[in-house]
Antibody, heavy 120, light 107 residues
Framework: QVQLQESGPGLVKPSQTLSLTCTVS??????????WSWIRQPPGKGLEWIGY???????YYNPSLKSRVSISVDTSKNQFSLKLSSVTAADTAVYYC????????????WGQGTLVTVSS | EIVMTQSPATLSVSPGERATLSCRAS??????LAWYQQKPGQAPRLLIY???TRATGIPARFSGSGSGTEFTLTISSLQSEDFAVYYC?????????FGQGTKLEIK
């Protein structure tokens, strides 16, 4: 069973870069059957796509965040990562890493989520 | 960006009764619509995809219907574990978008 686990700082200062890593276990990130995604959820609010990456490195970013987002993959470590620059309090959220099917673009597996607070 | 609108925002239903949740898309998403369930402190869980196909392990009391812009999630006989927030998601266009959620609470 594939499991995903987010890791990274829980507190980031305004204007700095938020960096998170998702470690995939129980399966290979190089499987061509999946996309690897980041989704966030501000406290008490709904879900927002950030973007996703294919094992080859192809990326798709939400246009609303595109200028600040970078998602990368490290197949040797079975990990993928998120960087979000110039953060503000509005970026405070639970950040989930997730696995999407290539043929059916729905979230098959989720990480447990990690709360990132943007505050000085 | 396609806007997904869910109604109602909160639905109060007694255990054993039927619950009907609605989701409307601002433009057609064909049948590329999924439903997720989220309980407090947990990640969402996929219930339905392709508008009406139950995901692996999802009980038969959950059913989805609709196509185009109008979709419905029906829970036929509510169990205590079904009280949660439900989100619809379109995956017809990028960026994929979620509805704002319907909170299903015990009446």
């Amino acid at each position: 069973q594939v499991q995903l686990q987010e890791s990274g700082p829980g507190l980031v200062k305004p204007s700095q870069t938020l960096s998170l890593t998702c470690t995939v276990s129980g399966g290979s990130i190089s499987s061509g059957d999946y996309y690897w995604s980041w989704i966030r959820q501000p406290p008490g609010k709904g879900l927002e796509w950030i973007g996703y990456i294919y094992y080859s490195g192809s990326t798709y970013y939400n246009p609303s965040l595109k200028s600040r987002v970078s998602i990368s993959v490290d197949t040797s470590k079975n990990q993928f990562s998120l960087k979000l620059s110039s953060v503000t309090a509005a970026d405070t959220a639970v950040y989930y890493c997730a696995r999407l099917g290539v043929t059916m673009m729905v979230v098959i597996s989720w990480g447990q989520g990690t709360l990132v607070t943007v505050s000085s | 960006e396609i806007v997904m609108t869910q109604s109602p925002a909160t639905l109060s239903v007694s255990p054993g009764e039927r619950a009907t949740l609605s989701c409307r898309a601002s433009q057609s998403v064909s049948s590329n619509l999924a439903w997720y369930q989220q309980k407090p402190g947990q990640a969402p869980r996929l219930l339905i995809y392709r508008a009406s196909t139950r995901a692996t392990g999802i009980p038969a009391r959950f059913s989805g219907s609709g196509s185009g812009t109008e979709f419905t999630l029906t829970i036929s006989s509510l169990q205590s574990e079904d009280f949660a927030v439900y989100y619809c998601q379109q995956y017809n266009n990028w960026p994929q978008t979620f509805g704002q959620g319907t909170k299903l609470e015990i009446k």
